[in-house]
């Protein structure tokens, strides 16, 4: 069975600073790797995939994610956080058309 | 522009008592998923149509049906809610490539049970 794993239940960063939201994933075969961002009581905002192709993958709000097959990573980064990024973000991987997401990380950026 | 819509947005019933939730998308997409999620944890998919096909979920417990009349619309039914049934209802849906394609989420139903 396919899993992504988010180690960190929370990221704590300062505004105007560089921030990474880890992910790993276990998979056979080509992983089919998102990036999803959620609101409070809001629904799930697509941000960026890995399909093939370039490892650097670029996204929405100025994020991307690089996917590493070596290490098994696709960790999510911003160069300058801002205040409005503080959300719950989910990495996912495809698996037969059903998401598989980890367990979330809540990111804050305070001022 | 909402693409995937659910209504209500917060929906409250009562123990017991039977309760549907709607989601309407405007994308024509073929596949439409309906997730459970509690608290600060990940979605768990309950079933999904892929057209009329409907596939359920292993771990989805009968209480929990879902109608999907035309490509459009699509319902989930709780036959007889518990407390632990009490959650946000993610619905989301994707191009026929399920595997590579983007699934679009509406803003979701939460569901309170008294």
């Known amino acids: 069975a396919q899993s992504v794993a988010q180690p960190e239940d929370q990221v704590n960063v300062a505004e105007g600073n560089p921030l990474t939201v880890k992910c790993t994933y276990s998979v056979s075969g080509n992983p089919y790797l998102f990036w999803y961002v959620q609101y409070p009581n809001r629904g799930l905002q697509f941000l960026l995939k890995?399909?093939?192709?370039?490892?650097l993958v670029k996204g929405s709000y100025g994020f991307e994610a690089e996917f590493n097959k070596s290490q098994t990573s696709f960790h999510l980064k911003k160069p300058s956080a801002l205040v409005s990024d503080s959300a719950l973000y989910f990495c996912?991987?495809?698996?037969?058309?059903?998401?598989?997401f980890g367990q979330g990380t809540e990111l804050s950026v305070k001022p | 522009d909402a693409m995937v819509i659910q209504n209500p947005r917060y929906q409250v019933t009562q123990f017991g008592k039977p309760v549907t939730l709607s989601c309407s998308q405007t994308?024509?997409?073929?596949?439409m998923y309906w997730y459970q999620q509690k608290s600060s944890q990940a979605p768990k998919l309950l079933f999904h149509?892929?057209?009329?096909?409907?596939?359920n979920e292993a771990d989805t417990p009968d209480n929990f049906q879902s109608r999907r009349p035309n490509t459009s619309f699509c319902f989930l039914d709780i036959r007889s809610p518990g407390l632990g049934d009490a959650a946000m209802y993610l619905c989301?849906?994707?191009?026929?490539?399920?595997?590579?394609?983007?699934?679009?989420f509406g803003a979701g139903t939460r569901l309170s049970v008294l």
């Open positions: 989301a849906t994707s191009r026929q490539d399920r595997t590579k394609n983007i699934q679009y």
């Open positions: 149509y892929y057209d009329k096909d409907f596939n």
């Open positions: 996912a991987v495809n698996q037969g058309g059903k998401l598989i």
């Open positions: 890995y399909i093939t192709g370039d490892n």
């Open positions: 994308l024509n997409h073929n596949v």
